[in-house]
């Protein structure tokens, strides 16, 4: 019922930057919360920053200073500006939403996740 959408990867150099695009659709009434995690070579997948729907964020020590979440948007979407790239922040960047449907039910939907090559 819910789809997210995924868009903005690609491969840079260290130093570079790189703007992520996610939007969350169907069957949605509120969005409680989205946000980005990553999955590096080997790694678990970690949050990475979220924002509410009233646009509050929550950021990783990780990449403080670097990334910058915004939106939603009234079209429930965020993006991830990334500064200040360095091969350790390679990874697949995934999208996720969480909130409410038309039938009050709470939901959480997953993005197919993009691949951010950062190569030295």
């Known amino acids: 019922q819910v789809h997210i959408t995924q868009a903005g990867g690609g491969l840079v150099r260290p130093w570079e930057s790189l703007r992520l695009v996610c939007t969350a659709s169907?069957?949605?009434?509120?969005?409680?919360?989205m946000g980005w995690y990553r999955q590096g070579p080997g790694q678990q997948r970690d949050m990475v920053e979220t924002i509410t729907g009233a646009g509050v964020p929550t950021y990783a020590d990780s990449v403080k200073g670097r990334f910058t979440i915004s939106g939603p948007t009234a079209r429930n979407t965020i993006y991830l500006h990334m500064i200040t790239l360095f091969p350790n922040d390679t990874a697949v960047y995934y999208c996720?939403?969480?909130?409410?449907?038309?039938?009050?039910?709470?939901?959480?939907?997953w993005g197919q996740g993009t691949q951010v090559t950062v190569f030295s």
């Open positions: 996720h939403a969480d909130g409410r449907t038309w039938s009050q039910a709470e939901f959480g939907a």
């Open positions: 169907g069957d949605i009434t509120s969005i409680r919360e």
